[in-house]
Nanobody, 123 residues
Framework: QVQLVESGGGLVQAGGSLRLSCAAS????????VGWFRQAPGKEREFVAV???????TASDSVKDRFSISRDNAKNTVSLQMNSLKPEDTAVYYC?????????????????WGQGTQVTVSS
């Protein structure tokens, strides 16, 4: 019922920037927390950032000085701005929605998932 679609991934050189977007449909988006996760080759999926229903946000220690998350409830979108990208940021990035609306940092905290978008950062 709730659909999430990520976009904005691609190939970028180290030090560059990308902006990922997550477009949602089929739910009461303004009440959801929306998070970003990533899965690098050979790695488990890990938490990146989350924004609550009220706009509060947090991010993992590995990215919080470089990435930022924002939402536009009128457009049912959440964005992840990624700056100063490093090769270790290479991963498939997924957005996920959490109906309870508050922060969650585990995969199990989320109810809906997008298909992912590939981010590749070259050395």
């Amino acid at each position: 019922q709730v659909q999430l679609v990520e976009s904005g991934g691609g190939l970028v050189q180290a030090g560059g920037s990308l902006r990922l977007s997550c477009a949602a449909s089929g739910g009461i988006f303004s009440t959801y927390a929306v998070g970003w996760f990533r899965q690098a080759p050979g790695k488990e999926r890990e938490f990146v950032a989350v924004i609550s229903w009220s706009g509060g946000y947090t991010a993992s220690d590995s990215v919080k000085d470089r990435f930022s998350i924002s939402r536009d409830n009128a457009k049912n979108t959440v964005s992840l701005q990624m700056n100063s990208l490093k090769p270790e940021d290479t991963a498939v990035y997924y957005c996920a929605a959490r109906r309870v609306g508050t922060w969650g940092m585990r995969e199990a905290d989320y109810d809906y998932w997008g298909q992912g978008t590939q981010v590749t950062v070259s050395s």
